[in-house]
């Protein structure tokens, strides 16, 4: 068929092969195909009798306004946007610096609400239930707010968000929890599950139906989450010089450190390492999958080792005889739910950075190995807890732990089940991400059963 | 007459389907056959198409290689998968539903006259 064309025509199209490229979800084979359609149409304009740059510049003007294409496929490939890009795009800058100004005024308000309460005599080291039901409420909306200016967002989505921080700052207010009462650490832990939750759908920009905007949030979430860890350590030793600094003149700065250093700190990285993650979304590789690949291999061979001793040291739930009981302390039962938690943040993570379109790889039979090893330390963390809820009776922390390790039991046995179908290519790699996405209203639905619901239930103790 | 964008977006997909179902193809030859099928009328602007390839892809509906061209460049081929072949199925059994039954109202609103075979459609609904 036809050659090369003229080389004025092959200049036009590596020029415009640059300028497309420049679509930060459009990546090389993308282009290529592109070029093969726009080659096609000017051999074809060209046979029909017009000049080769006449068919050059109808053949781009068939392919469609740039912005919409680059719009297109950014919908359609948004996991791109989270990868190294070969083009920094310099036209985004004006609302880089916006979006930065508005980061450093919230996070500015969020440093004073967390310490406004010291108006009224509540201070921050000293009234921990105070802070146990309006510490996340304090901080939170000023990281919600962000999302929401940030995307502009609808009337309704705004409603979306503010009312469930309005319903939780009401249930935690009225509730009268039993000062130091297992209900309010709960409510309290969950809350923040839930408004984290909430805060997906400014991040979404009410997109909440998508699986895709999901696991953008969920990509999101695990980048704060090491955004977050960062700035605490280099805090740390902030906090740590600061105070040999004023103590080699004689002067104690622990009280001032303990009393705002911290507080304002922490309140503030909450949404400094919102805007971090956003605006180093598309110029450095992520990091949480790299931790991830890190990880899963460790955590793999933690749950296989621990299967065996279980199995090989015997009864799980009843210390009887000389048998050591395995789960008989409640330590261990929450130090196993924080690992199946780990373990479901590896499994996300993992998924969030995959290609979909790869064949399965070693790694992904890892994976199911994960999550195999998983699902029978579960069933066997299940066991020990309805043993031991049979023997000393419901309380809201073994119900709680209960219902979260149904939830988890559910998602991974449905996730070892996808893997399998996965790597013998019976389903596509989609299938596992709509499964993990999917579970994000239950988890919501959960902790907001165990704000409201457990409090009255337990009578607030 | 153009037809509308809500139209056009909504054909694309039992479209692209439905053409692959006769065998594999490429995005350039897809547009092709879809400007002969519809004598030019249904028309995306061109890279609209490979979006909705790559989605189709990603829900495993068609399956993608990479071969070249007969000028010797790279060109991606698709091909319909299985469960691609049972959502063209399924987009056929609804697509047929909704055209019989618009064919139904109009035949009830002109009394059985729609449709001439020479085009020569109801007063009142002559083309835009």
Not at chain 1, 52 to 77: C, M, T, W
Not at chain 1, 276 to 296: C, D, G, H
Not at chain 2, 96 to 111: I, K
Request: neutral net charge; glycine residues 8%; proline residues 5%.
């Amino acid at each position: 068929m036809s050659e090369d064309l003229e080389p004025r025509i092959e200049e036009q199209i590596a020029a415009w092969r640059t300028y497309v490229s420049r679509g930060a979800a459009i990546d090389v084979r993308d282009v290529d195909e592109l070029e093969d359609h726009l080659r096609g149409q000017i051999d074809r304009l060209e046979v029909s009798g017009l000049a080769p740059d006449e068919s050059f510049l109808i053949a781009v003007k068939r392919l469609g306004a740039l912005d919409d294409l680059s719009r297109e496929f950014a919908r359609e490939h948004s996991d791109r946007l989270w990868k190294q890009l070969m083009f920094a795009d310099a036209p985004d800058r004006p609302r880089g610096s916006r979006s930065l100004w508005l980061a450093l005024g919230l996070a500015i308000g969020a440093a004073l609400a967390i310490k406004a309460p010291a108006l009224f005599g509540i201070e921050w080291a000293a009234d921990g239930d105070f802070y146990a039901r309006f510490g996340a409420l304090l901080v939170l909306p000023f990281l919600a707010a962000f999302f929401l200016v940030d995307r502009r967002a609808s009337p309704r989505t705004i409603a979306f968000v503010a009312v469930p921080f309005v319903l939780g700052a009401v249930v935690m207010a009225v509730y009268p929890f039993a000062p130091d009462g297992a209900t309010l650490v709960l409510a309290a832990l969950h809350l923040v599950v839930v408004l984290w939750l909430v805060i997906g759908i400014a991040y979404v920009g009410g997109a909440v139906r998508s699986s895709r905007a999901r696991m953008d949030f969920i990509r999101f979430t695990g980048e704060w989450f090491v955004y977050f860890v960062l700035i605490a350590l280099g805090g740390a030793v902030l906090i740590g010089l600061t105070v040999a600094v004023f103590a080699s003149i004689g002067l104690d700065a622990s009280r001032f450190v303990v009393d705002w250093v911290l507080p304002c700190g922490v309140a503030g990285a909450v949404v400094i390492a919102g805007w971090l993650v956003e605006a180093k979304q598309s110029v450095v590789e992520n990091i949480a999958p790299v931790l991830t690949r890190l990880f899963t291999p460790l955590f793999t061979l933690l749950l296989l080792a621990f299967i065996v001793a279980g199995f090989l040291q015997g009864n799980l739930v009843e210390s009887g005889g000389d048998v050591p009981e395995v789960f008989g302390q409640r330590d261990l039962l929450i130090l196993f739910d924080i690992v199946l938690l780990v373990v479901l943040g590896l499994l996300l993570y993992a998924l969030s950075a995959r290609d979909g379109l790869a064949p399965p790889s070693w790694f992904d039979r890892l994976q199911l190995v994960m999550v195999a090893a998983a699902l029978v330390v579960d069933i066997m963390v299940l066991v020990a807890m309805i043993g031991r809820i049979a023997e000393y009776g419901a309380s809201p922390n073994k119900l709680a732990s209960l219902g979260l390790n149904l939830i988890l039991f559910a998602n991974l046995a449905g996730a070892a089940w996808l893997q399998l179908r996965f790597l013998r290519r019976k389903t596509p790699f989609e299938r596992l991400e709509r499964w993990q996405t999917g579970w994000l209203p239950v988890y919501l639905v959960w902790a907001a059963i165990v704000v409201v619901v457990f409090p009255p239930a337990f009578q607030y103790v | 007459m153009k037809i509308g964008k809500d139209l056009v977006a909504a054909a694309a997909t039992p479209m692209v389907l439905g053409i692959l179902a006769d065998g594999e193809s490429y995005g350039y030859a897809i547009l092709q056959r879809i400007s002969e099928l519809s004598d030019g009328e249904l028309e995306w602007s061109d890279g609209m198409l490979y979006p909705l390839l790559h989605r189709l892809e990603r829900l495993g509906h068609v399956e993608a290689t990479w071969g070249v061209s007969p000028a010797g460049r790279p060109r991606k081929h698709y091909r319909l998968s299985s469960t691609g072949r049972a959502a063209f199925a399924e987009q056929r059994r609804q697509w047929s539903v909704v055209s019989a039954a618009l064919q139904q109202v109009w035949t009830e609103r002109d009394g059985g006259r729609a449709f001439a075979p020479d085009r020569g459609i109801a007063p009142g609904l002559g083309g835009a």
